[in-house]
C-alpha cells in the first residue's frame, strides 16, 4: 500500500510561480511511473506530468516549456515546479503513482494510487 500527500496548493496571479510536493510514504520501492494528475473546473481532468523511477519524464503539450517533474531519488518525494501559471492550470492537483508498471514514455491515463489533491488558483 501507498500513501501520497500534496502541499503547496495556493493562488497565484497570472505569469507567477507555484512548486507543488508529494510526500510518498509505504510500499514506494515498487512505484515505478508517478505523475501529476488535475481536475480543472468543468469537470476537465488530465495528467500533466509522469516521470519514471530513473527520471524519464513526459509531458502535455499544454504545460511543456513551463512546468518540470521531478524525483529524489529514495522515491519518496515528488515535486511539480510550475512557472508562468496561467488561469487554465486553475484546477485541484493531485500526486498520482503506479505500482509495477512499466514505464511507456506517454501520460498514462489510469493510476492507482491517489493523493487528496491540493488546489491552485491562478486568478488576477
Known amino acids: 500500500q501507498v500513501t501520497l500527500e500534496e502541499s503547496g496548493g495556493a493562488v497565484v496571479q497570472p505569469g507567477g510561480s507555484l512548486r507543488l510536493s508529494c510526500d510518498a510514504s509505504?510500499?514506494?520501492?515498487?512505484?515505478?511511473?508517478s505523475g501529476w494528475y488535475r481536475r480543472a473546473p468543468g469537470n476537465r481532468r488530465e495528467t500533466v506530468a509522469a516521470?519514471?523511477?530513473?527520471?524519464?519524464?513526459v509531458y502535455r503539450d499544454s504545460v511543456k516549456g513551463r512546468f518540470t517533474i521531478s524525483r529524489d531519488n529514495a522515491g519518496n518525494m515528488l515535486n511539480l515546479q510550475m512557472n508562468n501559471v496561467q488561469p487554465e492550470d486553475t484546477a485541484v492537483y493531485y500526486c498520482?503513482?503506479?505500482?509495477?508498471?512499466?514505464?511507456?514514455?506517454?501520460?498514462?491515463?489510469?493510476?492507482?494510487?491517489w493523493g487528496r489533491g491540493t488546489q491552485v488558483t491562478v486568478s488576477s
Open positions: 516521470i519514471s523511477d530513473d527520471g524519464r519524464t
Open positions: 509505504g510500499d514506494t520501492s515498487e512505484i515505478l511511473v
Open positions: 498520482v503513482a503506479n505500482y509495477r508498471t512499466a514505464w511507456r514514455g506517454t501520460l498514462p491515463k489510469q493510476w492507482d494510487f
